[in-house]
Nanobody, 123 residues
Framework: QVQLSESGGGLVQAGGSLRLSCAAS????????MAWYRQAPGKERELVAA???????EYADSVKGRFTVFRDYAKNTMALHMNNLKPEDTATYFC?????????????????WGQGTQVTVSS
């Protein structure tokens, strides 16, 4: 129903910046919240930043003040601006979207995930 495509990962030195982008595509769907998650080797996937349909944002404590999430509702895109990156930010970053579809009398809700983009921060 919804496909997510991430871009913008790469290798950066500690203290540097990266911009991640996520584009959502799908027909006859309504996308509500979108979020960025990350997963480092041997660790569980964790929420990094989320932005709801209302525009309300949420951040992991570890990235507050360094990361900012943006969303273009008309284009169904989301971006994550990451500044002052640290080695512990190294992970695969995944785009996530909550969406709904179907007739009003039978709305279905689903979650979509992107393939992930690698972010590596060297010390």
């Amino acid at each position: 129903q919804v496909q997510l495509s991430e871009s913008g990962g790469g290798l950066v030195q500690a203290g540097g910046s990266l911009r991640l982008s996520c584009a959502a595509s799908g027909r006859r769907v309504s996308i509500d919240g979108m979020a960025w998650y990350r997963q480092a080797p041997g660790k569980e996937r964790e929420l990094v930043a989320a932005i709801r349909g209302s525009g309300l944002t949420e951040y992991a404590d570890s990235v507050k003040g360094r990361f900012t999430v943006f969303r273009d509702y008309a284009k169904n895109t989301m971006a994550l601006h990451m500044n002052n990156l640290k080695p512990e930010d190294t992970a695969t970053y995944f785009c996530n979207a909550q969406y709904s579809y179907g007739p009003v009398e039978n709305v279905q809700s689903r979650t979509a995930w992107g393939q992930g983009t690698q972010v590596t921060v060297s010390s």
